[in-house]
């Protein structure tokens, strides 16, 4: 169709970025791996393309670092899944100019996002209080005050949360939680929200990642991970969607078509 004929497409990242006027990075969450390919897209994108990552938890100024424009760095931070999510987070440094902010939010909107803005912090708005919530929640499952299904229910019914703690958990793998509490432990030691927990290290160790691995808090069966936003307001399944749903008495995750 009409938007299909205007995407080009490479696998090339060099040839792809040196007439761009922005360029997105969402290769894997390792500073290491981004820095080293923006530090080749820098020599060949053109001086006024704008680099932006879409990182959730590293630190746009470091991933900057292995660039010569700073100024023309930022984030843009998109939702999973993208298509479903209506937000982004468009993150500046320090050093990041009006212009590049403003052609970061620019994009987003023009993309059909609502945009947020925030500095450079650790997981910027979205992930700075989600993790060291999920977090919270595992600690009380550790220290006996709650059960991993009554701290869910209790959060989605009193609380309004589409999922509860251990589902998102879940959802989102106990092994990339794992991650960035590391990272966060050992860039911000004195702050306890980071503090690693013993109990998703040892899931991650038993290679229980969460849904994609068949378990993790839950046990799961048969499982299409497509959405999180998988009901209305009302409990209800959305039309046309499908989603998961965790069965506590059995432990499983029945899948549910709705056309």
């Given at each position: 169709g009409t938007t299909l004929?205007?995407?080009?497409?490479?696998?090339?990242?060099?040839?792809a970025s040196s007439d761009c006027d922005l360029v997105v990075e969402a290769i894997v969450?390792?500073?290491t791996v981004k820095q080293r390919l923006f530090s080749q897209l820098d020599k060949v994108a053109r001086?006024?393309?704008?680099?932006?990552?879409?990182?959730?938890?590293?630190?746009?100024?470091?991933?900057a670092q292995a660039t010569s424009r700073k100024d023309k760095f930022g984030g843009l931070h998109f939702f999973n899944p993208v298509p479903m999510m209506k937000l982004v987070e468009v993150v500046r440094t320090d050093l990041t100019s009006d212009h590049t902010h403003n052609s970061l939010c620019a994009f987003g909107k023009a993309v059909g996002k609502i945009t947020v803005d925030c500095k450079d912090t650790p997981g910027f708005i979205v992930n700075r209080l989600l993790v060291p919530y999920m977090a919270e929640a595992v600690?009380?499952?550790?220290?006996?005050?709650?059960?991993?299904?009554?701290?869910?229910?209790?959060?989605?019914?009193?609380?309004?949360?589409?999922?509860?703690?251990?589902?998102?958990?879940?959802?989102?793998?106990?092994?990339?939680?794992?991650?960035?509490?590391?990272?966060?432990?050992?860039?911000?030691?004195d702050n306890p929200l980071f503090k690693p927990i013993s109990l998703i290290n040892q899931k991650v160790s038993e290679g229980k990642l969460?849904?994609?691995?068949?378990?993790?808090?839950?046990?799961?069966?048969?499982?299409?991970v497509d959405t999180?936003?998988?009901?209305?307001?009302?409990?209800?399944?959305?039309?046309?969607?499908?989603?998961?749903?965790?069965?506590?008495?059995?432990?499983?995750?029945?899948?549910y078509q709705n056309d």
């Open positions: 004929s205007r995407i080009k497409y490479s696998t090339d990242p060099n040839q969450e390792n500073i001086s006024d393309t704008i680099f932006a990552s879409n990182t959730s938890s590293l630190s746009i100024s470091d991933i600690r009380m499952l550790e220290r006996g005050d709650a059960s991993s299904r009554d701290i869910d229910v209790a959060m989605k019914l009193g609380a309004g949360y589409p999922m509860g703690p251990f589902e998102l958990a879940d959802y989102v793998g106990l092994d990339t939680t794992k991650f960035i509490l590391d990272g966060w432990s050992k860039n911000y030691p969460g849904m994609k691995s068949g378990e993790g808090f839950y046990k799961y069966e048969n499982v299409y999180m936003e998988p009901v209305n307001n009302n409990g209800h399944p959305r039309t046309g969607v499908r989603y998961s749903q965790v069965d506590y008495n059995k432990k499983s995750c029945r899948i």
